[in-house]
Nanobody, 124 residues
Framework: QVQLVESGGGLVQAGGSLRLSCAAS????????MGWFRQAPGKEREFVAA????????YYTDSVKGRFTISRDNAKNTVYLQMNSLKPEDTAVYYC?????????????????WGQGTQVTVSS
């Protein structure tokens, strides 16, 4: 089992920044990939970014490229999502997820473990 706990959400004005954290515990994650997803009210959950734990390979959805950066700290077993130039359309609950295997994939069904989510609200 892998336990994931997100933190770092909050309210920010458009153009501002937030850094989300996802602390993982329960297993050694060297053979896992980690992802961030988000779900806005009335919308389906969507992929945001993913990172391969062992070599740090990354993958982003087009709408966040150049604004968001996913990274990991192996020593802390923590994955981060640095979000810059935030827009009101980034408002959502953000979820961290983990999948067994090294491939960085976008479908949520490929992920085995999920955190409880953290709210990000961007005001205009």
């Amino acid at each position: 089992q892998v336990q994931l706990v997100e933190s770092g959400g909050g309210l920010v004005q458009a153009g501002g920044s937030l850094r989300l954290s996802c602390a993982a515990s329960g297993r050694t994650l060297s053979s896992y990939a980690m992802g961030w997803f988000r779900q806005a009210p009335g919308k389906e959950r969507e992929f945001v970014a993913a990172i391969n734990w062992s070599v740090g390979r990354t993958y982003y959805t087009d709408s966040v490229k150049g604004r968001f950066t996913i990274s990991r700290d192996n020593a802390k077993n923590t994955v981060y999502l640095q979000m810059n130039s935030l827009k009101p359309e980034d408002t959502a609950v953000y979820y961290c997820a983990a999948r067994r295997g090294s491939a960085v994939l976008s479908p949520g069904r490929e992920y085995d473990y999920w955190g409880q989510g953290t709210q990000v609200t961007v005001s205009s």
